[in-house]
């Protein structure tokens, strides 16, 4: 039977089919063999693809992305090629903005915006393209353009708001103009904005950010936080304090930030309990049902399983520089273990500060704590630290649970000190007493160096020829001497007992060998306890008197001076009997006698 005319098209109408398939997927091969064996030193025209496609291909738009990449070659070429392929091939970004490019390159504007644009439609969420568009539009050195497709970008991801800020301080000064013309509308471009500003310490850009706005954020913002905690690393401590009082209801002198916890411990930012960083086998959380004063405590809780090496939680206080405080507040320990437990560490930002508070031991109820410091000059915070150290002793994993509540800080009159109380107490000896004539030196070294912290004056008295006494106080076990001419004596009168000998029993009075000196039994003003005598020559007669703390001596050297009087060396000058040296062994010289 012979095949009618219907059955005849449709073979051919399917072998057409086959024939077109296999001419579209042959072309495709060698176009796209040909388009990868291209290389990028030139474009390669259409025109030299293997076998004609004019619907486009795989093969097109390989020689498209090659087109773009060596544009800078044959700009003409490459335009030709990426044109073609935008009219096959219309949602793909990258020959728009490859076209976009050899435009910026030849100064045309117009065309730029336009193909930038059409990139953008075509993948508006596409992170790569939208960066690329502003990176063109960059290269073309118009700038508002340049802003107007970064504030696109930014309205998609506006984590990169500080990478544009960046950009735009090429051309723009001013923080407000720069804010305004970069970032679109909306308070969280103004909250990436500040944390920019913190990060580089740039009060400028974050006042600017402050400025702009409305309402004024609260407490817990983390663009008040952010920059409260920008004042505080600039120094502007006062500024930051006034801001933080107007939004913290519960703040008032004489505490610490949140000292009692009675609200969340909140971002660890400006002046809120830093906790953010706590290493393995450690928790710290507010704990309401245990207090030292209400409504709240801080929970420091180990596991037992970490040899923990702890520097949370810490805060920043503000203090004035060269003032006194007492910083003080309560704890309560539950099990601890380790031979090495927590304790405060309060330094200085910019200060030399070191000051350490431990815990009383392993187990205690609430006690309180108090720490009296002064400000180093130049210092407006201090830190106080949470620490454990790590130990290598066989009980090193620590565990049991610590409390920590009411904390307050109080500024308090300089203390008390021993220089203090000396030089009361030499202000109201010298009163009592009537010196002639008086001169002053520090009692160690020169320049008015002193030792220990103290420094003295001494007063001499001169009591015209003869022969007079001298009288001499001092603190500690120092020896002072007045030399000047004529002949003195000089007692000493102990104040305390510092020298680590009780002084109290007397002691066989010196005897002198200058001629010239009377021996005399000791009176009312020569105690029998005196320690030295000295002889001094001349014409006429002197007394002094000293005054020195600790082991030191200050000496008066413009008069002669004095020849040294030599002790007795025979039994019948010291009236005792004489000593037989001894030689060899110490027990058989012993037994001996």
């Known amino acids: 039977m012979r095949p009618t ?17 296999a001419y579209v997927m042959l072309a495709d091969f060698f176009n796209l063999r040909k388009a990868q064996q291209a290389s990028t030193e030139a474009p390669v025209p259409l025109s030299e693809l293997v076998l004609p496609q004019p619907w486009g291909g795989y093969g097109w738009r390989a020689l498209a992305r090659l087109a773009g990449d060596a544009s800078r070659i044959d700009p003409a070429t490459a335009r030709d090629v990426l044109t073609e392929a935008g009219r096959r091939y219309p949602l793909d970004a990258v020959q728009w903005l490859d076209l976009a490019r050899i435009h910026a390159r030849d100064d045309e504007a117009g065309p730029v915006d336009a193909y930038l644009a059409r990139a953008g439609a075509v993948q508006p969420f596409e992170r790569r393209s939208l960066w690329a568009a502003a990176q063109v539009a960059l290269q073309t050195g118009n700038a508002a353009l340049a802003e107007r497709q970064l504030r696109q970008w930014l309205r998609l991801y506006p984590r990169d708001t500080g990478q544009a800020l960046f950009i735009g301080q090429r051309w723009i000064d001013d923080p407000g103009t720069l804010l305004d013309r970069m970032l679109p509308e909306g308070r969280e471009y103004l909250a990436e904005a500040m944390q920019v500003a913190r990060r580089q310490a740039d009060i400028p850009l974050a006042e600017a950010v402050w400025a702009r706005l409305a309402p004024k954020p609260g407490l817990d913002d983390p663009l008040f936080l952010n920059f409260v905690d920008l004042l505080l690393q600039t120094g502007e401590v006062s500024r930051a304090m006034e801001l933080w009082a107007e ?26 309990w830093r906790i953010n960083r706590l290493p393995p086998g450690v928790r710290a959380e507010r704990d309401v049902d245990e207090a030292f004063a209400e409504p709240a405590s801080l929970r420091v809780s180990f596991n037992g399983k970490e040899n923990v090496h702890l520097g949370e939680p810490w805060i920043r206080i503000p203090v004035e520089p060269g003032q006194h405080y007492r910083i003080s507040g309560a704890w309560r320990g539950e099990a601890l273990t380790t031979r090495s437990l927590p304790y405060w560490y309060l330094t200085a930002e910019q200060g030399e500060l070191r000051e350490r508070k431990a815990v009383p031991g392993a187990r205690f109820g609430w006690e309180r704590w108090q720490i009296e410091f002064q400000a180093p000059e130049g210092t407006q915070l201090v830190r106080l630290q949470l620490r454990r150290d790590r130990t290598n002793a066989f009980d090193r994993n620590i565990d049991g649970t610590l409390w920590l509540d009411d904390f307050r800080l109080e500024p308090i009159a300089e203390p008390r000190t021993l220089q203090s109380a000396a030089s009361e107490a030499l202000g109201r000896q010298a009163r009592n007493e009537r010196p002639a004539s008086g001169f002053r030196f520090a009692v160690s070294g020169e320049k008015g160096e002193t030792v220990y912290g103290l420094r003295f004056t001494v007063y001499g008295e001169n009591q015209g020829a003869g022969a007079a006494d001298s009288e001499q106080g001092f603190v500690g076990a120092v020896s002072g001497r007045d030399q000047s001419t004529g002949a003195a004596s000089s007692r000493r009168e102990s104040v305390g007992a510092v020298s680590g000998r009780d002084r109290s029993a007397p002691e066989t009075p010196p005897t002198k060998s200058d001629s010239s000196a009377q021996d005399a039994p000791p009176t009312a003003t020569q105690p029998a306890n005196r320690l030295s005598s000295r002889t001094t020559t001349g014409v006429g007669a002197a007394s002094s008197r000293e005054e020195s703390v600790g082991a030191v001596s200050g000496r008066d050297d413009r008069g002669p001076k004095p020849r040294i009087a030599s002790a007795p060396t025979n039994a019948a000058e010291t009236g005792r009997p004489a000593r037989k040296p001894e030689s060899g062994n110490r027990k058989t010289a012993r037994s001996a006698r």
């Open 5 to 21: 005319l219907p059955d005849r098209l449709a073979r051919a109408a399917v072998v057409g089919l086959l024939a077109l398939a």
């Open 247 to 272: 939004r913290d209801p519960d703040f008032r002198p004489g505490r610490l930030v949140n000292g009692d916890f009675s609200r969340p411990l909140g971002a660890p930012l400006a002046l809120n």
